[in-house]
Nanobody, 113 residues
Framework: VQLQASGGGLVQAGGSLRLSCVVSGSIFSVRALGWYRQAPGKQRELVATISIYGGTWLGDSVKGRFTISRDNAKNTVYLQMNSLKPEDTAVYYC????????WGQGTQVTVSS
């Protein structure tokens, strides 16, 4: 199973980042995909999903700021994050929805105030 997230970094509040995640073809083509995040001391939470047909859902905390998309030719799912806030600081992971038992290493996003 491949769930390779990248694109994180340190950004000031109000800035933008674009996360990418390469997903195994066996999962990508048959499962809805999602971006999850886990902040220090908190449980992992689902923030955005995209179905195999392209339908999307965004959590209330990121609605209007984040966009999820997928490139079927590249087996890649993206998370465009705009107007970032310090509370968006977390490790971001991609996985299927519902999530599988295997998680990738994630990518750290740090938003400074």
């Amino acid at each position: 199973v491949q769930l390779q997230a990248s694109g994180g970094g340190l950004v000031q509040a109000g800035g933008s980042l674009r996360l990418s995640c390469v997903v195994s073809g066996s999962i990508f083509s048959v499962r809805a995909l999602g971006w999850y995040r886990q902040a220090p001391g908190k449980q992992r939470e689902l923030v955005a999903t995209i179905s195999i047909y392209g339908g999307t859902w965004l959590g209330d905390s990121v609605k209007g700021r984040f966009t999820i998309s997928r490139d079927n030719a590249k087996n890649t799912v993206y998370l465009q994050m705009n107007s970032l806030k310090p509370e968006d600081t977390a490790v971001y992971y991609c996985n299927s929805v519902p999530s599988g038992s295997v998680w990738g290493q994630g990518t750290q996003v740090t938003v400074s105030s």
